[in-house]
């Protein structure tokens, strides 16, 4: 397995360590509901070493991004971060990825972990069938860090270590500055449904931001957090993750990326998407929580009035909520909030009711 720059660390502090796409990942260190609620209520710290970064660059970066993503990146400007779509030629998810303009024809992209090396690849295919002579393609993830910190308070943690004012970066935002004296971009975004930042710098220097903001953030309760965490507070906040809601056979309108694509510029996977439009869809992702007794998994079988329709993408207790929620493809006729569904757990079928998204929102 692969390691992050960060791995004796979570050694050192007893995480769990689990096969993660072949990466060696922390999955707790000490309880999920622990570092969950840590994160909700105060701040959690995320080691996301593993996620993809790929630079490009070059006189027609911006037209082969375009082509390529199916968010319009038009009047996109350098300190603006953008959620993007690349798609294969049916109009199914390949990624979902996050497009920073670094300056004039210059852009970071940050791809999922498990699928970095296939967007480097289906990039530089478009590169040379569509002739984009001028650009480069560069894959800087390793030596790039990543460090996601999360949680109410981590804009009074960071603030000690980064002489900006962060209460002036806006949301979707980033920023070019220095985290406890060592160069950094940060971006103000993330997936826990709480207020965060985002934290890029030199892979060789990420160890010393982990323990500067752990450090900083003792007293305000932070904590590190791992996978565990990481996957019931992007479920309560109702976002996707790439292999279980999305993945090549996906399309973006079957999901909640119908926002982030622009059918009035060209991209890659527009003319299937403008067909499946006029045939219509056949599912459609949905929120539920359970109204019986048990805990949805991945793969569950759905079920209404004895039929089955569709399946479970992903489940869990909701430490927030203290109830079982989850995501489910079904048809487009059962979508409606209220709809009462059955799910299929350990031969038995369990009753659940479809809800609107997000299951938890933060108060601003």
Known sequence: MKKTALYERHALLGGTIVDFGDWAMPVQYTKVIEEHNATRHRAGLFDICHMGEIEIKGRQAFDLLQLALSRNLQNQYPGQMKLGLLLNAQGGIMDDVTV??????????????????????WLQKIKQEKGFDEVSIMD????????DLQGPVSEAILQKVVPEPLNELKYYHALHTSVSSIPAMISRSGYTGEDGFEIYAAAEKIGNLWDDLLDVGGSYGLRPVGLGARD????????????????????????VYGWITNMEKGF????????????GFNRKLVGFTMTDRGIARHGYKVFMEGQKVGYVTSG?????????????????VCQEPGTVIEIEIRNNRAKARIVSLPFYKRKR
């Open 316 to 332: 869990t207790f909701s430490p927030t909520l203290g109830k079982a929620i989850g995501l489910a493809f079904v048809p487009p």
């Open 100 to 121: 920073y303009p670094l300056k004039e024809d210059a852009y970071l992209l940050v791809t999922n972990a498990a699928t970095k090396d296939r967007d480097y690849q």
């Open 140 to 147: 800087i993830s390793d030596r790039t860090g990543k460090l």
């Open 268 to 279: 890659i996977g527009k003319a299937a998407l403008e067909q499946l439009k006029r045939e």
């Open 232 to 255: 019931t507070l992007r479920l309560e906040a109702g976002l996707m993750l790439n292999g279980a809601e999305m993945d090549e056979t996906v399309t973006p309108y079957e999901v």
